[in-house]
């Protein structure tokens, strides 16, 4: 069965650092979504993309956020400044157009970003 | 806004019994979808199950089974004949209908616990 891949699994970061987790959507996917989890909460959307725009992003999705689908697999997300705060696991998931409406995302395996 | 609620932070069953997740959420819409997902100790995502809210009848994927009471926006998860395995942190989520913002929205998580 098809799989999302995210890379790396963990990440070490000095604060202030840029970073950038990397994820593979299944193949014929058209929408992609980031989501975070700090340790010990619920999962919380960040930011939707399709047709290379973004769709949607959260509060949480401020100005040292971005996304990018630099080719035709990759999907990522960049931290610019990476504080404390951003400690989490990152969880990507993707979902094809074509799909009945309601199809639910497939996610990745997520990235365990933490910073120093 | 829609919110969903898990009031049960951590649970326990005996290895071959029945357990039931409550879930309920708040929402203004009449058309949306309804997930849960497992998330065992490795931290992956992973689909147990999907309701329509259009449709009346109960989903059922092997072992799992929901109860979905449209009026009263409740959403629990039985899982009947439990297994080791089934140990994991279980999220409810919302999605909306429609294509352009369809983020998921989870609860709190229950975790738990199948004891032998």
């Known amino acids: 069965e098809p799989e999302v891949t995210q890379t790396p699994s963990h990440q070490v970061t000095q604060m202030g650092q840029e970073v950038i987790l990397r994820c593979v959507p299944i193949?014929?996917?058209?929408?992609f979504y980031w989501y975070r989890q700090i340790l010990g909460q619920k999962v919380e959307f960040l930011v939707s993309?399709?047709?290379?725009?973004?769709?949607?992003k959260s509060e949480i999705f401020d100005d040292q956020f971005s996304v990018e689908r630099p080719d035709g697999s990759n999907f990522t997300l960049k931290i610019r400044s990476t504080k404390l705060e951003d400690s989490a696991m990152y969880f990507c998931?993707?979902?094809?157009?074509?799909?009945?409406?309601?199809?639910?995302?497939?996610f990745g395996d997520g990235t365990r970003l933490s910073i120093l | 806004a829609q919110t969903v609620t898990q009031s049960q932070p951590e649970m326990s069953v005996q290895e071959a019994e029945t357990v039931t997740l409550s879930c309920t959420y708040d929402?203004?819409?009449?058309?949306?979808?309804l997930f849960w997902y497992k998330q065992p100790p490795s931290r992956q995502m992973i689909l147990v199950i999907r309701?329509?809210?259009?449709?009346?009848q109960n989903a059922t994927e092997n072992r799992f089974s929901v109860n979905f009471q449209k009026a009263a926006k409740s959403f629990s998860l039985k899982i009947s004949d439990s297994q080791l395995g089934d140990t994991a942190m279980y999220f409810c989520?919302?999605?909306?209908?429609?294509?352009?913002?369809?983020?998921?929205?989870f609860g709190t998580g229950t975790l738990l616990a199948v004891q032998p």
């Open positions: 929402t203004s819409e009449n058309n949306y979808y």
């Open positions: 193949s014929n996917h058209l929408y």
């Open positions: 989520a919302f999605m909306k209908a429609g294509w352009a913002t369809n983020k998921l929205i």
């Open positions: 309701q329509e809210a259009y449709k009346q």
């Open positions: 993309f399709y047709n290379n725009e973004i769709s949607e």
């Open positions: 998931a993707s979902r094809g157009l074509k799909d009945r409406e309601g199809q639910p995302q497939h």
